[in-house]
């Protein structure tokens, strides 16, 4: 366990968009960030934990209790890079709590990495799901040849211990599953990030070991998107195709590679409000969350705008659940560390207007 110093000293490194974003198309060419004496910072909520680095939390409610499923950062020594080598995580510690404002519990670890047979490094975003009295633990991690894979551990607890299946989810790949269930009970997973996350290195369905680091540099081809699969009823196994979601822009074309303040990078989450499938997603290198409405989970889904602003940081990974008629939001910042890779968990109020547009939330207070 990584225990935070009470005498830590964040600095603060907040993303300024700008339209020349628009143009970055290399890890190099990273979004402009500026050193601010924190004192003078109101951040809108407060981390959820402390005694530990926390990011990417997936929630969910489980028998009428709140489950939390980040990622547990580290400080593994490693010099910060593009590939991402310095999100070197080792396992899942998951958390609850009662209630929204209520008290967070550490449940423990629910999943080492060294308890996952066919894994090398690094263990990154997950999500979770229940089925039938079975609690499913979704996690990409890289396999024993640096590939990201998806693979998928059980308890009969929300809390774990989890137990690994022996190899990933057979035509899985890259990062960040998300798994949705309708209403119908017809489960879906929504997977994949570019850079790092390796997704632009499947653009042939096959994957290319020297391919492209970032998102191909094709300015005006479709941008690279996220992947939906079906799951199959034992919520282990694809169900058909892996297919591209496709999201539109308002007169029905594709974004575009170069719409960095738009396309997706990475960190999809699926929820369904009023009939509507809301698709969002993290734009990455412009730090912005944005979504996109469709009339079916696999889309297509046209784009509707920005709901939250960058936070300190680099990238928002997210989550949105309905707790008690209400919508809430959880996702992280560098609050305590100031460091890109040494995360906190938070939550704040999600707003749908009546027109079916989300609320614009600013993580600082001004």
Not at 14 to 39: F, G, N, R, Y
Not at 71 to 78: K, R
Not at 161 to 179: L, N, T, Y
Request: one cysteine or more; charged letters at 20%; hydrophobic letters at 35%.
């Amino acid at each position: 366990m990584n225990q935070l110093s009470t005498k830590a000293k964040p600095f603060l490194m907040l993303p300024i968009v700008l339209c020349s974003l628009l143009a970055c198309h290399s890890p190099e060419q990273k979004a402009s960030t500026a050193a601010t004496d924190t004192t003078k910072v109101k951040f809108l909520t407060e981390p959820l934990i402390s005694n530990i680095y926390t990011a990417d939390p997936s929630a969910h409610v489980f028998n009428g209790k709140i489950y939390i499923y980040p990622s547990h950062d580290i400080d593994a020594g490693i010099k910060e890079n593009d590939n991402g080598d310095h999100f070197a995580m080792k396992d899942y510690h998951i958390l609850s709590m009662d209630s929204i404002g209520g008290k967070v519990t550490d449940e423990g670890v629910g999943l080492d990495i060294k308890d996952i047979p066919w894994a090398g490094r690094q263990l990154w975003a997950p999500d979770a799901a229940y089925k039938d009295g079975t609690y499913y633990l979704y996690f990409p991690v890289k396999d024993k040849q640096d590939v990201f894979k998806i693979g998928v551990a059980t308890s009969k607890q929300p809390q774990g211990p989890f137990k690994a299946m022996p190899e990933p989810i057979a035509g899985s790949f890259s990062i960040d599953p998300a798994v949705f269930t309708d209403t119908d009970g017809t489960s879906y997973m929504y997977f994949g990030g570019i850079w790092g996350g390796q997704l632009q290195r499947w653009a042939t369905g096959k994957y290319e070991s020297n391919g492209s680091k970032t998102d191909l540099q094709q300015d005006d081809k479709p941008a690279i998107s996220c992947r939906v699969a079906k799951l199959k009823a034992n919520m282990t196994e694809f169900d058909g195709a892996v297919k591209d979601v496709v999201i539109l822009d308002s007169v029905g074309k594709p974004l575009l590679g170069k719409d960095h303040n738009r396309r997706f990078f990475e960190g999809s989450w699926m929820h369904k409000y009023n009939g509507k499938y809301y698709f969002t997603y993290s734009t990455g290198d412009t730090h912005l969350l944005c979504y996109a409405v469709g009339d079916s989970p696999v889309g297509p889904f046209t784009y509707k705008g920005v709901f939250m602003k960058p936070v300190q940081g680099w990238t928002t990974h997210h989550s949105i659940i309905e707790v008690k008629g209400k919508w809430y939001i959880f996702y992280h910042d560098t609050q305590i560390s100031g460091k890109t890779h040494l995360r906190n968990v938070k939550v704040t109020t999600l707003e749908h207007e009546a027109d079916g547009s989300i609320k614009l939330i600013d993580p600082f207070i001004k």
